[in-house]
């Protein structure tokens, strides 16, 4: 149990770090031209709904912590780590961006692609941290 949170504290922080980074210096300029006043975020995440955003990332994490790393530690493989963990990154991002693109007028294919590439990185460097991170406090011999 200890580990399990752990690794999901850890994994939270490092995932919202990146996430912060990604949202309010990288791709910032870039999400305010396409999506304008849709945005719920003003400059960076001060205006926006961190709870919301902190819960999202939590929720990553565990699904990168359930169904990622249990099958890179099955391969005791880094590269499975990262690709489990990028592939159920692509999934929960393109299901929540698609969706966006679907019922939501303002999306634009433009965001829908560039956070689709966004999570798939995300969540394949998280999990790929985490399985190291694992390894080196957790596993014996």
Do not use: H
Not at 83 to 107: K, P
Request: charged fraction near 10%; include cysteine; proline fraction near 1%.
């Amino acid at each position: 149990m200890l580990r399990m949170g752990v690794l999901w504290a850890a994994g939270t922080a490092l995932f919202t770090v990146l996430d912060l980074i990604w949202i309010g210096v990288v791709a910032a300029p870039f999400y305010r031209s396409q999506l304008g006043e849709m945005l719920a975020v003003g400059n960076g995440m001060t205006g926006g709904r961190i709870v919301a955003a902190l819960v999202t990332w939590m929720v990553i994490v565990f699904g990168l912590l359930v169904f990622a790393l249990p099958r890179a530690a099955q391969a005791g493989n880094a590269l499975n780590a990262l690709a489990w963990g990028a592939l159920l990154g692509f999934v929960i991002y393109a299901v929540y961006d698609l969706t966006n693109l679907a019922v939501l007028r303002g999306w634009t294919l433009g965001v829908t692609l560039l956070d689709i590439a966004w999570g798939t990185f995300a969540c394949g460097v998280v999990s790929l941290a985490l399985f190291f991170l694992d390894r080196w406090f957790f596993q014996k011999g």
